[in-house]
């Protein structure tokens, strides 16, 4: 921390009232990641002099995560550019928190560029800022599994994609993938998601129902994530969530409907799977780089931390997967989110409105437990 800092760690009551925006430009990229910040006037990300936003115990609690997986469960958060300092940052996180240790000398963390080596690429604040809430989300909800951060040259799908292989290449039991571009035009990478008995868990965007669909979170081998807002409620879960409106939703038109897939508006693949915390105004804790380049606490939100929440949550149970099919048949296991939408009108309605059952905003809901992953 700064000598010269002062006290302003935002409340959870502020950071409901904050500004947020995107940290990732989507303008002319062909792939872009999917976190929101905090902001201040300006457009800045506000930097807390200790954390903000939501931690890894509140987390868990709302999800009912008890399990803390084991060292021998490899999850490979798959990103872009080199973020030099993430194994520091990573420990600040987890320090900060009372989570083990995860280190390269212990053979926890590991950072390899996308073919398994140390050519890494250039940095970038943005993607840097988005690995490290890949890092703190995955550490929070598994802080036993071991840690690949696999890390692509440039942001695009070819480079990705390459990514995705050499993690699950490592062994990986699940692939955490916080990032998403327009779907046509990317038959030839998909067989990158496609890994039996591996999670390959993709966040579905940040941009509502006419976002449009993104890739790859419509593969069919893919476990599609959405975004809720989270809030503590005086209810038996002592929690409450609601669709986040920012959250990407609807029916590919590219990528066809899997098997265990059986809502009947959309003849093929059906954004969402699952979902999981993802408004920025009720955001979690990330220590990262700001925008000065310095590391500090900041508050970040986006289907970006959705998906390696959802990744942490494999990670814990551990057992064996089948694509996307496994909460399909645990549905006791998941919290049915039935209020909030991702778009004013969408057809089938279920598409960008949630409701009790799947909808296309939430899935078929939030973890309550390890169990339906």
């Not at 320090?95 to 140390?118: E, H, I, W, Y």
């Not at 939100?301 to 099919?325: C, D, E, F, M, R």
């Not at 039935?338 to 905003?361: L, V």
């Amino acid at each position: 921390m700064r000598g010269d800092w002062v006290d302003t760690t935002m409340t959870q009551d502020e950071i409901a009232t904050s500004s947020q925006a995107s940290i990732c430009d989507s303008e002319g990229v062909e792939v872009y990641c999917h976190a929101h910040a905090i902001v201040d006037a300006t457009g800045k990300v506000i930097a807390n002099a200790t954390p903000a936003g939501f931690t890894p115990s509140q987390l868990r609690s709302a999800y009912s995560i008890t399990g803390s997986g084991k060292s021998t469960t490899l999850i490979a958060v798959i990103s872009a550019y080199d973020y030099a300092t993430a194994e520091a940052d990573l420990a600040t996180y987890r320090s900060q928190f009372g989570l083990p240790a995860c280190t390269s000398a212990s053979g926890c963390f590991r950072k390899v560029d996308q073919n398994g080596g140390t050519s890494y690429g250039g940095p970038n604040a943005s993607w840097n800022k988005e690995a490290a809430l890949d890092l703190d989300m995955v550490s929070a909800m598994c802080p036993n599994c071991k840690i690949v951060l696999v890390e692509a040259t440039e942001a695009s799908f070819a480079d990705l994609a390459a990514a995705a292989n050499e993690g699950a290449k490592l062994g990986a039991h699940v692939l955490s993938n916080s990032y998403g571009g327009d779907e046509f035009g990317t038959d030839s990478y998909e067989s990158a998601y496609n890994h039996a008995g591996v999670a390959v868990v993709a966040s579905s965007g940040d941009a509502g129902y006419f976002g449009g669909i993104e890739f790859p979170a419509s593969s069919p081998h893919v476990i599609s994530v959405g975004g809720t807002s989270l809030a503590t409620a005086s209810n038996r879960r002592g929690w409450t969530e609601t669709a986040w409106d920012g959250g990407g939703s609807g029916c590919s038109t590219v990528y066809a409907k899997p098997a265990w897939q059986r809502d009947t508006g959309c003849t093929m693949r059906m954004l969402n799977d699952v979902s999981a915390v993802a408004d920025p105004n009720t955001g979690v804790a990330v220590y990262g780089p700001d925008d000065t380049g310095v590391s500090s606490w900041i508050v970040l939100g986006g289907t970006s931390v959705a998906a390696p929440l959802i990744a942490g949550v494999y990670g814990v149970n551990g057992g064996s997967v089948n694509y996307g099919s496994n909460p399909y048949s645990c549905l006791a296991s998941l919290n049915d989110v039935t209020t909030g939408s991702t778009s004013a009108f969408c057809d089938p309605t279920y598409a960008c409105t949630a409701g009790r059952g799947y909808d296309g905003p939430t899935g078929l809901g939030t973890p309550s437990g390890s169990t339906a992953f």
